[in-house]
């Protein structure tokens, strides 16, 4: 939690930056001066570099291209008395190409890649026997946790309320990804012989998910829905495990 914190705090100062200013006030200024011998008003040009003003005024800007979100994973469609026993955290971090679709730029679509990390905090015991992965539930456990890494491609449609000019603007992002198992690690410690699996065979290696996103300037809510169970082919007692995520928490943007 305290990296958390901290995170959410350095975001914080990084995101306060303006954006550029407007057209108004990349007007040039007049100074008005007096001739002290002919005593007539004339005007002092401000020069204004040519470069600098086509990079300050830009009209074609793009907003939310690198993105950073921490969640609280909840799974869903809990069964055969599993149960999560402690807090399960993720973040996503990734990068989204902003393609605005009308002239004031504030409907846009975006793809892009990223990395997500996702840890769940059970009572399974996950367990490698004789080469064959099997599946109960964990008694006199110390800790049973599951680690997931996974590529992501998410594609969103985007409104906002932005300008040229500034960040603090409403947001709705709407979308879909695709997630790609990397990989995977599960460890169970108690009174018994400590077990760890990695790249779980039986763990989707393919996974789909729709999200959202809603906030204004810095504050922003997240969450994702997933639409594959995490599980391609375990079982507990002979029933299928179906469990499916729901990740709820907050999202950074930045440029």
């Known amino acids: 939690m305290r990296f958390f914190c901290l995170i959410c705090l350095l975001l914080t100062s990084v995101f306060g930056f303006s954006q550029v200013p407007d057209q108004e006030e990349l007007s040039d200024h007049r100074e008005v001066a007096k001739d002290t011998i002919n005593k007539k008003e004339f005007s002092i040009r401000n020069k204004i570099d040519t470069d600098t003003l086509i990079k300050v005024n830009d009209l074609y800007y793009r907003e939310d291209q690198f993105y950073l979100n921490l969640t609280y994973n909840l799974l869903q469609d809990r069964d055969h008395g599993i149960s999560q026993n402690a807090f399960s955290a993720g973040f996503n971090v990734g990068f989204l190409r902003d393609v605005p679709l009308n002239k ?17 905090r059970t009572n399974m015991y996950i367990a490698k026997v004789d080469g064959d992965i099997q599946y109960s539930i964990a008694e006199d456990f110390d800790k ?39 990989y995977s690690r599960s460890k169970v410690t108690g009174n018994f012989a400590t077990q760890t699996v ?3 065979p039986d763990i989707q290696k393919v996974r789909y998910g729709m999200y959202l996103a809603v906030g204004h300037g810095n504050l922003n809510f997240y969450a994702c829905y997933s639409l594959s169970p995490l599980f391609d082919n375990a079982y507990i007692d002979g029933k299928p495990i179906e469990l499916t995520s729901l990740n709820l928490g907050l999202i950074f943007y930045l440029l």
């Open 198 to 200: 990695t790249n779980n």
């Open 104 to 120: 004031n730029r504030n409907v846009a679509v975006a793809l892009g890649v990223g990395y997500s990390f996702s840890n769940y």
């Open 144 to 182: 049973s946790k599951m680690s997931l890494h996974y590529l992501e491609v998410p594609i969103e449609f985007r409104w906002r309320t932005s300008t040229p000019k500034n960040i603090k603007f409403w947001r709705i992002y709407t979308g879909f990804k695709v997630s790609f198992l990397t």
